[in-house]
C-alpha cells in the first residue's frame, strides 16, 4: 500500500513557474514508477508526464514536453514537477500516481488526492 499526498499548487499568472511535490508513504517508494496527471473542468484526466523507479527513464506529454521536469529523490520518498513556463491552458488538479512495472502512461495503482494550479493570462 502507498500512500500520495501532492503539494505546492497554487495561483500563478502566464509565463510562471511552479514545482509541485508528492510525499509517498511506505519503505518500498523506490521501487515505484511514479507519474504526474492532471485533469481540468469538464475535460478527462490526461497524462502529464512519468519518471521511472531509478529515475533513469523518464516520459512527457507533448504538450509539456520541454517546459515541465519530472525528479524524484528516493532518499526523501518524493516526487516532483517542475513546471515554468506556464499557460493558462495548463490551468488544473495535478494528482501523483505509483504503479509497478509502469511504462509511462499507465496503469498506475495508487492515486493522490490532487492539488489545485491555476494560470491567470
Known amino acids: 500500500q502507498v500512500q500520495l499526498v501532492e503539494s505546492g499548487g497554487g495561483l500563478v499568472q502566464a509565463g510562471g513557474s511552479l514545482r509541485l511535490s508528492c510525499a509517498a508513504s511506505?519503505?518500498?517508494?523506490?521501487?515505484?514508477?511514479m507519474g504526474w496527471f492532471r485533469q481540468a473542468p469538464g475535460k478527462e484526466r490526461e497524462f502529464v508526464a512519468a519518471?521511472?523507479?531509478?529515475?533513469?527513464?523518464?516520459y512527457y506529454a507533448d504538450s509539456v514536453k520541454g517546459r515541465f521536469t519530472i525528479s524524484r529523490d528516493n532518499a526523501k520518498n518524493t516526487v516532483y514537477l517542475r513546471m515554468n513556463s506556464l499557460k493558462p491552458d495548463d490551468t488544473a488538479v495535478y494528482y501523483c500516481?505509483?504503479?509497478?512495472?509502469?511504462?509511462?502512461?499507465?496503469?498506475?495503482?495508487?492515486w493522490g488526492q490532487g492539488t489545485q494550479v491555476t494560470v491567470s493570462s
Open positions: 519518471i521511472s523507479w531509478s529515475g533513469g527513464s523518464t
Open positions: 511506505g519503505r518500498t517508494f523506490s521501487r515505484y514508477d
Open positions: 500516481a505509483a504503479g509497478l512495472g509502469v511504462a509511462g502512461t499507465g496503469p498506475y495503482d495508487y
